[in-house]
């Protein structure tokens, strides 16, 4: 069993920055395949950054420059920089763990490559 426990989320002024961690408890093999997710209300869940099976850290779009991810291997943690915030980052941001790879190759940034979800964490971004 895997539990994931995020942190971090608040409330902040457009251009403000905020740091998510995930704490990642019980199997660990889990930690392998790590990524954050979020989802507005009224939106589809995405994905934001990824990272797993030693490939670097993967970004949409969207988040590329503005946002770093870093994960402690020793603390089971993955943690979510994010700077430049603004009104399109507002969500909640889920926290998700466990490969599952579908015919053959592992993207990170879709729903159905992880097998563990979080509770999430709300990120609130005021204009």
């Known amino acids: 069993q895997v539990q994931l426990v995020e942190s971090g989320g608040g409330s902040v002024q457009d251009g403000g920055s905020l740091t998510l961690a995930c704490a990642l408890s019980?199997?660990?093999?889990?930690?392998?395949?790590m990524g954050w997710f979020r989802q507005a209300p009224g939106k589809q869940r995405e994905g934001v950054a990824a990272?797993?099976?030693?490939?670097?850290?993967i970004y949409r779009d969207s988040v590329k420059g503005r946002f770093s991810l870093s994960k402690d291997s020793v603390k089971n943690t993955l943690y979510l920089q994010m700077n430049s915030l603004n009104v399109e980052d507002a969500a909640m941001y889920i926290c998700?763990?466990?490969?599952?790879?579908?015919?053959?190759?592992?993207?990170?940034?879709?729903?159905?490559?992880?097998?563990?979800w979080g509770q999430g964490t709300q990120v609130t971004v005021a204009s």
């Open positions: 998700a763990a466990g490969c599952r790879v579908v015919s053959g190759t592992w993207f990170g940034l879709t729903e159905f490559e992880y097998n563990y």
């Open positions: 019980g199997d660990t093999r889990a930690s392998t395949c």
């Open positions: 990272i797993g099976f030693n490939e670097g850290p």
